[in-house]
Nanobody, 123 residues
Framework: QVQLVESGGGLVQAGDSLRLSCAASGRSFSSRVMGWFRQAPGKEREFVALLNWTGGGTRYADSVKGRFTISRDNAKNTLYLQMNSLKPEDTAVYYC????????????????WGQGTQVTVSS
């Protein structure tokens, strides 16, 4: 059974930084993608960033490009999301997820999800 556990959320001011972590266990993540998604109240879950676990390729939503960086530590089986220059519109519950290589930015293709971590950015 795959387990994904997020941490690192919190309350910050606009312009601040946060780093989210996602500790992964339970299976090999080679040939899979790991993604970060977020969901604000009353809104649909949206794609933030993804990383190909084997090749290291990344993709970002336009809204976070240049501000957020997704990375991994293979030895620790941990996924990170470094978030800089945070804005109030970044406020949401952030989830990490694992899916097959073709999952892309569509959250419906991801099979495993963490419990989420709240990020709140005040203006």
């Amino acid at each position: 059974q795959v387990q994904l556990v997020e941490s690192g959320g919190g309350l910050v001011q606009a312009g601040d930084s946060l780093r989210l972590s996602c500790a992964a266990s339970g299976r090999s993540f080679s040939s899979r993608v790991m993604g970060w998604f977020r969901q604000a109240p009353g809104k649909e879950r949206e794609f933030v960033a993804l990383l190909n676990w084997t090749g290291g390729g990344t993709r970002y939503a336009d809204s976070v490009k240049g501000r957020f960086t997704i990375s991994r530590d293979n030895a620790k089986n941990t996924l990170y999301l470094q978030m800089n220059s945070l804005k109030p519109e970044d406020t949401a519950v952030y989830y990490c997820a694992s899916g097959p290589a073709f999952a892309g930015s569509d959250y419906r293709r991801y099979e495993y999800w963490g419990q989420g971590t709240q990020v709140t950015v005040s203006s």
